[in-house]
């Protein structure tokens, strides 16, 4: 992959709910819409089903003019059952997520894209900063 054309973030254990300092967190999220402010899309159960409910949780998890910041860059994805359905295939792309099923795996593994999950560990104080360093390889 030599590029980014789509990044899809997870909320839950990506960016909250995770070891990462606040900081580091909001650093990774500044960098984002700075650098690819028309590939971001969220790809969370905080947006599925045609319903994006992104907007509550961010501002229950960062400050107001950053969670509009985000509300804003980010595009809602439209998924039922697995977050993979909502994936373009035909581009270059980078999933955020904690947490991957067996039947998610299989198909990204089928289609020749499991590189493009990032596996997030939110137990990892320094994961925020090691998903920053991984976009800014690009």
Not at 17 to 34: K, M, Q, R, W
Request: glycine share 4%; with cysteine.
């Amino acid at each position: 992959m030599n590029k980014i054309d789509k990044i899809y973030f997870d909320i839950d254990g990506v960016l909250r709910s995770t070891a990462s300092p606040g900081e580091d967190v909001i650093a990774f999220l500044h960098y984002c819409p700075d650098n690819y402010a028309d590939s971001l899309y969220w790809l969370t159960t905080h947006c599925k089903n045609s319903k994006n409910h992104t907007y509550p949780v961010l501002t229950s998890t960062f400050p107001r003019d950053l969670a509009d910041e985000l509300y804003q860059a980010f595009q809602p994805t439209d998924w039922g059952v697995l977050k993979t359905n909502a994936i373009d295939l035909d581009c270059d792309f980078v999933w955020f997520d904690g947490n991957l099923f067996e039947s998610e795996k299989a198909f990204l593994e089928s289609h020749y894209v499991l590189d493009g999950f990032f596996k997030m560990n939110p137990r990892d104080p320094a994961m925020a900063k090691k998903a920053l360093e991984f976009l800014k390889s690009f």
